[in-house]
């Protein structure tokens, strides 16, 4: 639903390469009747009309704005459809938050407890059994995939700061003087600082890994190139930790993860590009008793649309690196 | 051989993901011994090593520099393993001309004769049979698709030009100022006016096409991007031909085509990214009575790699869109 | 008047760097009444407010949209204020090609007689004269500098062809998709081919240095940069003229030009940033007889405000330098 | 000395522009003999050789690589000529400094104690008086000016991050895979993390303002744009101060700058480019009780060529704004 956005139309692209499942219908909000190839040139080659309303489907993966899912998602969920939501709302647990963060009174609390957040990495059981998996957001990805593994083993713990840096297409399609290119080209800004809706969900789960951790400052900052995030962590390391204990542990925690590579110098978001990877480097100053973790993802893939089929295929059995991508587009 | 250059890695991460055939051997003249992610750390998830030597093989691609790559094929060709280079050495049919524009005399001009030029657009069938493949310069990919069907009809002859606009990526790894990001961002030049190489590689091509043609003025721009080329080609229409004369010459050309589309609007290089498509655009402007005939292409992958492997294709009569991707990386 | 726009807010810029001038009002049609840093932060340490309604002056730029222009141009032109405009409002002298390009009757024809258009290596003395200014627009600019010279000598002639790239800032502030950064970033296309509102422009001008010119084919295409315009012209050489000969027309041309360089090198948009110079380069493609000749701008600058000011310095009698940067911003 | 550099062309425009002095004489290691224009063309109006030893002079600037400065400018300094020193080699007091971070020993070790670091916002006083000024790093001017008010005030100490953001420029002309276009367009990466040769001088400095500092956490990161610094830094408030009253600290500190404004939203280094102004905007994030401070910079006019004139007119006794831009170059 809703392939008109960035997120949305490469969950398309994706879906239309993997050799699992068909896509046999999309929605978008104000392109119905559209061929996708007149909304998306890049996607001409894909013989799809937009609907705007669904055929009937096995699993429905949901692009739409936050609130806007949860209203299109439910009766979808109350007939039994399996339903991967890319937007935030099944993310928060506590559903005061959805008040607080997003500023609407959540249309159904109650599944919050039964959604599952879709970070296969932390919770790939679940996402196995589950009918509701809220896909995480793109920021998030980066940051928990970062600090995870140094909280998991007690090393690092109280607030913990990340500064995160985000290609331009993090803002949607739609247009604003901050996406215009004359303004956002050959420029770099922080924006809603200490005030960012990903907050909330990074310090959930970075909390559900580890009760040592106690806040997250979070700063996200424009970049001009238009995918990539890269998330830039700083935690207070707790007692004696070597580099070697840190990069053990690190390599322990994602030895058998498909799409996080523990890399061993600072990672560049375009060695992610078009993949479903994410590359993790951690690094300790001594001098300050820091660790410096840092995350590189594709935002539309790993920290979207990817991250959604991964979950797809945990969902229904298949291999789970089906259709996803671990090569870049490179340069 | 040389997969440390753009088009090589290019070639290396598509075949890397083709079903039909095994990369079992690559080579990098400077980094022999290196894993493959030390060069290229966006293709650490590919378990190979460079070599200074090829293995045995069954065909062998050459993205080696032209003069070296001639010299490295021709032991290849006379054993009769299949061959397919990405550099000139094997695209001009007058050995004289690699004298005057290459500077070098060709060490094999016989071989000239028999090689193929391929581009799969006109040379389909011939591809098919041979076992030496000169695959195309990327001007020339795109500049020939855009003028071949109007030449071919009869509709346009005499001088043509080419006004092309390339990215960063045309002009290699290799370290220039020209090539600093700080000296091409932000900026747009032209370069190696009426003297670039791939002049008497159109000429040739197009004048096999149709013997109206009498030259080619050509002029390459150097574009603030990484990857892709615009060729903005225009002729003088010999006749009365309508728009819509034009535009059904050219489905008409292209009509069975898997990589070539025929679009209703100006095309974007951007809606080419990571695809091996080639967009062609045709307009008249009627109040000078010339043709405008655009064509958009990836320049690392229809330019080069992804048209060295749609030839392999032809040459081991696989389905020739076997692991060449049609939808575009966008944005 | 107008400040709002790109060429509005630059204008602003270099007036109030001016030593001869005093910016005393500036007006914006949806800012009135906020100062002007809180629409151009980059200009906070300028204490100016936007106003509404222009206070009494000597001469007043326009920079506001076609027709809308001509409208609000008119009283003060009436009243014998000097007026500059930087819309399309004055430069052409067939009232007819605003119903035909610009889609609507001029409301004063008479004044199209009188008015003068603002290039001052060709019309410098009625410059000084005149009281209405049509300052050109940015790619007319870029194309006339680049084939004046060989048309005022008689060597070419015929059609000529003008393949323009642009930086997206030539496309204003106003939000659309293709000024998105995403939709921009990493492409090159083609727009308005052989329908461009700056089409006849060139024409009337080049026209009027030559009767020899019969046609104009203008492509602009859009370039992933912010600033610049590179203009690739070629013309038919109607005789044996040789590259010294050209080489030396254009220098006698433009000599005595403060803001014209020929230089020897195809010249670089980013070597114009933030200039009012007009780098001028010249080709012979002796295969094929044509004439290429190249000019780069900051479409900003020499393209708009920087030539607007200018104008504005030889109405006044000041030096024609005056205020205008002749090194660049670079890189 | 050594104009041939970013930052040394840059210093030689400004001084050319400059109404107070005379650039009588510029020299450049491997382009001795040739006139500026041929290795910069966007400086062929400036009539000057670039000559391999400096003329007769009152004042040195020198933009030499670190070590080979001090060897070149000691001299001068016992022949008593002022200098201004853009390299490292006299902003570091503690002489054991360079062995341990820039690998060399120090040719003039009590030259350390009278050489003044040159930021007027913290040593006014001291530049005016002396004749060897250390022009601050790009990355530390940015970092010093965000943090110093805060420091000074008492409100925040402890160990500091400073995570900052620089442009391509900032790693000079000089050619390097990490400077090729197409690997640092549309790419963002940290790089010498806990180890850039920035961190002694910004903890140097800061340590100046306030003993409650404890270390410094300092990670740069490449950014695909040309120019500008950002520096987001991380402080943790040691009692209860609220928004206004760090709002205030810092418009007290900054209130007669002429180069420093204190702005209310979070800046853009794109609205400083061009100028000597540095951007500096605050937040607390409650939640965690750290101080956010942000400062932006054009990394090669305040971050050197515009600092060593501002310098420079300290010394001479010039208005301390002559020859600096205050509105930047926009878009």
């Known amino acids: 639903m809703n392939v008109t956005g960035y997120a949305g139309i490469e969950l398309a692209r994706l879906l239309a390469g993997h050799p699992g499942v068909e896509l046999v219908s999309v929605t978008g909000r104000s392109s119905a009747g559209q061929r996708i190839g007149q909304v998306f040139p890049h996607m001409a080659n894909l013989d799809l ?10 699993l429905v993966f949901s692009a739409l704005p936050h609130h806007e899912s949860a209203d299109q998602l439910i009766p979808f969920i109350e007939q039994g459809v399996s339903v991967i939501d890319v937007s935030a709302d099944f993310r928060l647990k506590d559903p005061g938050l959805y008040d607080e963060w997003y ?10 407890k039964t959604a599952v957040y879709g970070l296969p990495e932390l919770h790939r059981a679940e996402i196995r059994q589950s009918r ?10 980066a940051s928990i995939l970062a600090l995870g593994p140094a909280l998991k083993a007690g090393v690092v713990g109280g607030n913990v700061i990340v500064d995160a840096k985000s290609g331009v297409s993090g803002a949607g ?20 600082i200490a005030s960012h809706r990903h907050q909330p969900e990074i310090f959930q789960e970075l909390a559900g890994v580890s009760g ?33 204990d840190v990069t053990a542990i690190y390599h322990d925690f994602y030895r058998d993860e498909p799409f996080v590579s523990v890399v061993s110098e600072a990672p560049h978001t375009k060695h992610t590009s078009g993949t479903n990877m994410c590359l993790v480097y951690t690094k300790i100053d001594h001098r300050t008793g820091l660790l410096i973790c840092i995350a590189a993802i594709d935002n539309l893939i790993k920290g979207a649309a990817g991250q959604a089929i991964q979950n797809m295929n945990l969902m229904l059995g298949l291999p789970e690196e089906t259709g996803l991508p671990r090569l870049a587009q490179f340069p």
């Open 173 to 192: 399609r739609s247009l604003k003087l901050s996406s215009h290119f004359c303004e956002s080209d050959e420029d770099v800004c922080a924006y809603a």
């Open 49 to 58: 009309t937009i609907k705007s309303e669904l055929d009937e489907v096995d």
């Open 103 to 112: 500023g609407f009174k959540h249309p159904a609390p109650e599944l919050l």
């Open 212 to 244: 040592d951790i106690t806040g997250v400052t979070f700063t996200p900052h424009l970049i001009p190139m238009t995918r990539g995030i890269l998330a830039t962590c700083y935690a207070k390391l707790n007692n004696n930790v070597s580099e070697t």
């Open 132 to 141: 509701v998996i809220a896909n995480p957001g793109c920021y998030p990805t």
